[in-house]
């Protein structure tokens, strides 16, 4: 765990230092926020397409060899990012970041192999929580190499940065990366049993408890990817912030979550069960987006993203772990990657439809849309994750693969 927790966390420090200056780059290059919006959809457009490829990729010939293979993509593709002289170099650049993302779809498969059903939550939090880390430092870093006046900014550098990290992800994962995923299982995969092939988009949405949980975790991401990409937009319209500041931010959401994630959410997981967490989660996250058009002033815009990111760093890791737990062994990376192309294409339609927003309606727009969609998301909830049942939901067994 702690092997697979270094190469995350390494990698995704480097992803987080791009994510506060994409909309920058983008204005440097004239963009309006609609093309901002779609920018940002970009990367998650290509993740989307290749992230089934990858888990699938992962059941069969293991997720080892899928995270090297990914985490030296991803490298070339920021070197990529730091020569972009245009803005379609930066459209492609991003395309290719995106389209090597298998990593994350391969990452959370390995703390499905490796972990129990009993603490399946924990160790889906683990992972969670090198996203929190990578999302304190990176953002913090990423702004501070680019420098804290919007017009002046070093994109370069950053993208550098990161590329060099993504190397460092991959020599820590060549050798000292073990597999996870047995060799019987691997070949039972490979020769295509019945029942064991792993499942398609259109049979996961169909189980009675995946497709719900998969809607939810494309409603959530939807709303927090519509954020991030408008956000430095708004941010810079508000109180004149460049990457340095909007970073910072980003980098106190990202504290939150590792804190939550690496070290409260098995507890909380335990105490309450994963859908009373979904519940408590929403809540929270709707209440910190649409407080952020109301901040004024510091204090309170610390307090809006204290909401959001408490939220989404709750619900995450409990919606992945009661996915992981409705299929067996053989499927889980399968299911995990459909999951995360679920997600990935809500981070294709969240920037872009945030983007609109932004454009046709004002800075505030994305944020009451967001509000609202995480209000059904409530709504749903309180419908069909019943507060008595999370336990028993958190504690299923996987189906029989054969049914």
């Keep these: 765990?702690?092997?697979?927790?270094?190469?995350?966390?390494?990698?995704?420090?480097?992803?987080?230092?791009?994510?506060?200056?994409?909309?920058?780059?983008?204005?440097?290059?004239?963009?309006?926020?609609?093309?901002?919006?779609?920018?940002?959809?970009?990367?998650?457009?290509?993740?989307?397409?290749?992230?089934?490829?990858?888990?699938?990729?992962?059941?069969?010939?293991?997720?080892?060899?899928?995270?090297?293979?990914?985490?030296?993509?991803?490298?070339?593709?920021?070197?990529?990012?730091?020569f972009a002289e245009s803005l379609w170099v930066l459209f492609a650049a991003r395309a290719a970041s995106g389209a090597m993302a298998g990593n994350i779809s391969a990452a959370f498969a390995y703390v499905a192999d490796i972990t129990t059903p009993a603490n399946r939550a924990k160790g889906m939090g683990v992972v969670g929580a090198a996203f929190g880390l990578g999302f304190i430092a990176g953002p913090a870093i990423g702004g501070i190499l680019a420098g804290a006046d919007p017009a002046h900014a070093d994109f370069q550098t950053p993208a550098f940065a990161a590329a060099g990290l993504s190397f460092l992800a991959l020599i820590l994962a060549l050798i000292l990366l073990k597999e996870s995923l047995s060799p019987e299982i691997r070949a039972r995969v490979a020769s295509g049993l019945p029942g064991k092939a792993g499942l398609k988009f259109i049979d996961a949405l169909r189980h009675p408890q995946v497709g719900l949980l998969i809607l939810f975790s494309f409603l959530v991401t939807f709303v927090f990817a519509g954020m991030e990409a408008t956000f430095p937009m708004w941010s810079r319209r508000q109180f004149g912030w460049g990457p340095e500041q909007t970073g910072y931010v980003f980098a106190f959401m990202g504290l939150l979550s590792a804190m939550i994630q690496g070290g409260l959410i098995g507890r909380l997981a335990q105490r309450f069960g994963e859908a009373r967490l979904i519940l408590q989660g929403a809540i929270a996250l709707a209440c910190g987006i649409a407080l952020i058009p109301f901040s004024d002033n510091l204090p309170m815009l610390l307090t809006a993203m204290l909401l959001l990111g408490c939220g989404f760093s709750v619900i995450t890791p409990s919606l992945n772990s009661l996915i992981s737990l409705q299929v067996g062994?053989?499927?889980?990376?399968?299911?995990?990657?459909?999951?995360?192309?679920?997600?990935?294409?809500?981070?294709?339609?969240?920037?872009?439809w945030a983007g609109l927003l932004f454009s046709i309606f004002g800075k505030d727009w994305p944020f009451y849309g967001g509000a609202l969609v995480m209000a059904a998301v409530i709504y749903l909830s309180l419908r069909s994750l019943k507060p008595e049942s999370a336990p028993d939901m958190g504690a299923a067994k996987p189906p029989d693969a054969g049914n």
């Design 329 to 352: 062994e053989g499927e889980q990376g399968g299911i995990l990657g459909i999951a995360r192309s679920a997600t990935t294409l809500a981070r294709v339609i969240g920037p872009a």
């Design 1 to 82: 765990m702690l092997i697979i927790f270094l190469v995350v966390v390494i990698d995704l420090i480097g992803f987080g230092m791009i994510i506060p200056l994409l909309p920058f780059y983008a204005e440097y290059f004239e963009a309006n926020p609609a093309v901002v919006g779609l920018l940002m959809a970009t990367y998650s457009f290509t993740q989307f397409l290749a992230a089934p490829f990858w888990g699938r990729l992962s059941d069969r010939i293991g997720r080892r060899p899928v995270l090297l293979v990914s985490l030296a993509g991803a490298a070339m593709a920021y070197v990529w990012l730091g």
